[in-house]
């Protein structure tokens, strides 16, 4: 996919679907503006032309404020973003605190929440068009055990991408949610370890294998290209149909 001419900022490039689509947009011709809360992961994107990587995390708007004023400063205004930073919490209902629920909402939901806040100032006082893709879950879809806090942000946040994206259309701003299923990043090996659970996933799956990085990546950078400019508002799974098996 041609992102040319496109300048992206991507939350969560350490690891994972963060890492491989910070790559292998600068392939495609973007500029990508980075974040990531591991110092040691700053180290996989040494010598690497069009990235620069920031450290620190995404609760922190004088970080994302930061990275605003450095992008006019290279003259290079962000037409793209990707909420993809987030974490998992894998607890039993009945354990949940709610001082661990508002943990997890505070990263996976109220820090896209300002962040979109943020970055919609910053488009529209430079008339600027953008496409803005929130990483879900399938899980925010139809719930999972000992998954109720995750899953419940990714409900969220399917919601408030949807509103976002029809109050904010009128100023060519698009917005809409991309949900991975089991896809094969960092914490896949382990996963495949434990047999039993692995063959449960792949029998869910129609596909019978569980997705590539890089086929979400192709998806988020699809989105974000002007080829899907009618596009907005809209929850599209990557599942290997798992959804609807």
């Known amino acids: 996919m041609n992102l040319r001419n496109k300048n992206i900022l991507i939350t969560g490039v ?7 689509m910070a790559k292998s947009f600068v392939k495609t011709g973007a500029f990508v503006y980075g974040v990531t809360r591991s110092k040691s992961d700053i180290n996989k994107f040494k010598n690497k032309k069009n990235l620069k990587i920031f450290y620190g995390d995404v609760r922190n708007l004088n970080l994302i404020k ?20 987030g974490i998992r919490q894998r607890l039993k ?9 508002k ?6 939901f109220f820090s896209i929440f300002e962040i979109l806040k943020l970055y919609a100032n910053y488009c529209i006082q430079r008339k600027t068009k953008s496409s803005i893709v929130n990483i879900g879950s399938i899980v925010g879809e139809i719930g999972f055990i000992e998954l109720s806090g995750y ?11 949807q509103c976002f994206a029809t109050e904010f259309a009128k100023h ?8 991975p299923g089991f896809t094969k990043t960092s914490y896949f090996q382990k996963f495949k370890s434990n047999k039993k659970l692995y063959n449960w996933t792949l029998s869910k799956i129609p596909l019978n294998r ?6 979400v990546s192709s998806l988020v950078s699809f989105l974000l290209s ?15 149909g798992w959804l609807k098996s």
Do not use: C, H, P
Not at 93 to 101: H, P
Not at 103 to 108: T, V
């Open 151 to 161: 899953s419940a942000t990714k409900g969220a946040l399917k919601s408030l991408t």
């Open 172 to 179: 060519n701003l698009r917005a809409n949610v991309v949900n």
């Open 93 to 101: 209902f009945q354990n949940i605190t709610k001082k661990k629920m």
């Open 210 to 215: 569980w997705g590539e990085v890089n086929e």
């Open 226 to 240: 002007e080829e899907s400019s009618y596009i907005t508002g809209e929850t599209i799974n990557i599942d290997g």
């Open 103 to 108: 943990e997890i909402f505070d990263i996976n």
């Open 14 to 20: 350490g690891k994972g679907l963060g890492e491989d």
């Open 66 to 85: 930061k990275i605003f004023k450095q992008s006019l400063k290279d003259k290079r205004i962000i037409n793209g973003l990707v909420n993809n930073a």
